[in-house]
C-alpha cells in the first residue's frame, strides 16, 4: 500500500506521461517534473506546552510544495493521523488545486499531531499560537498563507494572526507585513471575506450548472441529486442546487440518510436538523417537513441511489473497490476530499461514470480564500455579491480548460483536470529558469 504521498507521486507520473509530447524540450520538462515530486521544504519541530499537568510535547509539520505560480498557500489540520507523508501529499495536491482556477499561488500543507478533544480551550489556543510563532518568517503574504483545514477554524485563525504579529514585532521591534494577509479563513469581523462559508458548495454548483450545459440537461426538475454529508459543503451544495431548480433527493449526515423522491427542501432540512440533531428525522418539502414523508437510508444506500448525480461532501475514501460497481450516478462531483480511492476510479472509469475531481469541484473554497487575501492586502472589501460574481468565472474557466482537455486527449476528467494544473506549473518552472 503506497502512503500518500507516494500515491501522489504515482498520479503525477501518470499525468507527466500524457503532457509530455507538448514539449519540445523533454528533459526540461523531466527535470521539472522531478522537480515537483517532492515539496521544496518540509519544516517540523516538536512544539511544548505549559499546562496545568506539566509540559505537553506536539510534533508538527509545514510542507511547501512548489511557489513558482505564487506564494505557498495551504490549511492547517489538527488530527491524531497526521502525518509527515500525508502533509507532503496534501501540499502537492494544493500545488494543483490552486493552479486548476488560476489563482495566483502555489501549494502547502501544514499538520500537528493532536487530538483537539483532548485539549482544554485554554491549551488549544496555547498550541495555536506556538505554532504560528514557530513558523515565524516562513510564512507571510509574499511567502506562504495558511488557513483551516480539518479541526482548525477561524477562532484558531485569528489566535494565530494574533501571535505571529506579536512575534514580528518582538523579533524586528517592528511590524513590516500585513498579518491578516498572512491567514485566511479569518473571521469576518477579523479580516475575513463575505461569501466564504458557501464559497465552496456554490463553486460545485458552478461546476454542476457547466456539466448541464456540456450533457444538454434542458429541464433542471429531472436532474436528480444525492448529497452525502450535509455541513458546510453539503448544504450549501444542496441550497444553490435547489434555488437553480435541480433536485435533489437525499442528504446524509454520520448518523444516516434521507431521500425524498419528489426533492427535499435544504433550508427547510437544516432547520430540522438544527432542531432534532440528525436529519434523518427531517422529511421537508417545500410544503414543509412531514414525518415518514420520506424514506430513512444508510450512507452506503444513498451512493447506490439511482439518482443523476452523486455529490460525495462528508469524507475521504467513502467510494472504494466495494461499492464502485454499484453505483448508478453517471455523474460524480466530489465535493469532499479525496472520497473516490484509486482502484474506485478505474471501476467508475470502465463503467463510463464521469468524475470531476476534488481539486476542481471543491476549489471554490480557495479561490474565495484568494479574495481574502487580496481584500486584505488592499484594505478594501467587497460587498457578498461581488465576491460571489467574482468566484463564478473563475470556476467556469476552470472547468472548460478541463473540458477542452478532455475532449481532445479523450481523457476522464480527472486526467485532464491534472493536465491542465500540472502543466501551468511546469510552464510557470520553464519561464522562471527553474528547471
Ligand atoms: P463539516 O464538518 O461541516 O461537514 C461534514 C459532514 O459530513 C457532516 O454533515 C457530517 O455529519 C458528515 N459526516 C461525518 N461522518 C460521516 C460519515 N461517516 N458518513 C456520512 N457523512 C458523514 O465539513 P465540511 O467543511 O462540509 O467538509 C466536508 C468535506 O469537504 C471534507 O472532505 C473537506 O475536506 C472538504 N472540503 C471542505 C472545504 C470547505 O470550505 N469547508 C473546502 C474544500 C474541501
Redesign the pocket.
Known amino acids: 500500500m503506497l502512503n500518500p504521498h507516494q500515491a501522489a507521486v504515482k498520479q503525477l507520473e501518470k499525468v507527466a506521461r500524457l503532457l509530455r509530447d507538448k514539449y519540445d524540450d523533454q528533459k526540461q520538462f523531466d527535470r521539472a517534473i522531478n522537480k515537483l515530486k517532492q515539496p521544496d521544504r518540509v519544516l517540523t519541530t516538536e512544539l511544548i506546552i505549559k499546562t496545568k499537568m506539566g509540559n505537553k510535547h506536539f510534533r508538527a509539520f509545514r510542507a511547501q510544495h512548489d511557489d513558482a505560480r505564487g506564494p505557498y498557500k495551504g490549511g492547517i489540520r489538527f488530527h491524531q493521523r497526521v502525518t509527515e507523508a500525508e502533509v507532503k501529499a496534501l501540499s502537492t495536491w494544493m500545488t494543483w488545486k490552486c493552479a486548476v482556477t488560476g489563482i495566483p499561488y502555489g501549494g502547502s500543507k501544514g499538520g500537528i499531531i493532536v487530538n483537539p478533544k483532548e485539549l482544554t480551550a485554554i491549551e488549544l489556543q496555547s498550541l495555536a499560537r506556538a505554532y504560528a510563532r514557530w513558523l515565524g518568517d516562513n510564512i507571510g503574504p509574499w511567502m506562504d498563507v495558511p488557513a483551516p ?2 479541526n482548525t477554524n477561524g477562532q484558531i485563525m485569528a489566535w494565530m494572526v494574533d501571535e505571529w504579529q506579536k512575534a514580528k514585532i518582538e523579533k524586528y521591534g517592528t511590524l513590516e507585513e500585513n498579518a491578516l494577509a498572512t491567514f485566511t479563513g479569518k473571521p469576518l469581523a477579523l479580516g475575513g471575506s463575505a461569501g ?1 462559508e458557501e ?3 456554490l463553486g460545485g454548483v458552478h461546476i454542476l450548472e457547466k456539466l448541464a450545459e456540456k450533457q444538454g440537461w434542458r429541464r433542471k426538475q429531472d436532474v436528480t441529486i444525492a448529497i ?8 450549501w451544495f444542496a441550497y444553490h442546487a435547489d434555488k437553480l431548480g435541480y433536485k435533489v433527493v437525499a442528504v ?4 444516516g ?1 434521507v431521500y425524498l423522491a419528489r426533492g427535499l427542501d435544504p433550508m427547510k432540512t437544516l432547520k430540522c436538523k438544527q432542531r432534532t440533531g440528525r ?1 434523518t428525522e427531517c422529511h421537508c418539502t417545500s410544503d414543509g417537513c412531514h414525518l415518514n414523508a420520506g424514506q430513512v437510508i444508510s ?1 452506503e444506500e444513498l451512493l447506490k441511489l439511482d439518482v443523476d448525480v452523486l455529490v460525495p ?4 475514501n ?1 467510494i472504494t473497490e466495494k461499492n464502485a460497481a454499484d453505483i448508478k450516478a453517471k455523474f460524480i462531483i466530489e ?5 473516490t480511492t484509486p482502484a474506485a476510479d478505474e471501476i467508475l472509469v470502465d463503467n463510463q461514470v464521469t468524475v470531476i475531481p ?1 481539486i476542481l469541484s ?5 479561490t474565495v480564500s484568494y479574495f481574502e487575501w487580496v481584500q486584505n492586502l488592499a484594505g478594501y472589501y467587497w460587498p457578498y455579491d461581488e465576491v460571489l460574481a467574482k468566484l463564478k468565472p473563475l470556476m467556469e474557466n476552470a472547468f472548460e480548460q478541463m473540458w477542452q482537455i478532455k475532449t481532445e486527449h479523450q481523457v476522464p476528467a480527472r486526467e485532464a483536470t491534472y493536465m491542465s494544473a500540472v502543466k501551468k506549473v511546469v510552464d510557470a518552472l520553464i519561464l522562471r529558469g527553474r528547471v
Open positions: 483545514d480539518v466564504r464559497a465552496t458548495g452525502q454529508g450535509f455541513g458546510n459543503v453539503g448544504y446524509s449526515d454520520s448518523r440518510g436529519v450512507n461532501a462528508a469524507l475521504e467513502v465535493m469532499a476530499n479525496g472520497p476534488d471543491n476549489a471554490g473554497g480557495v
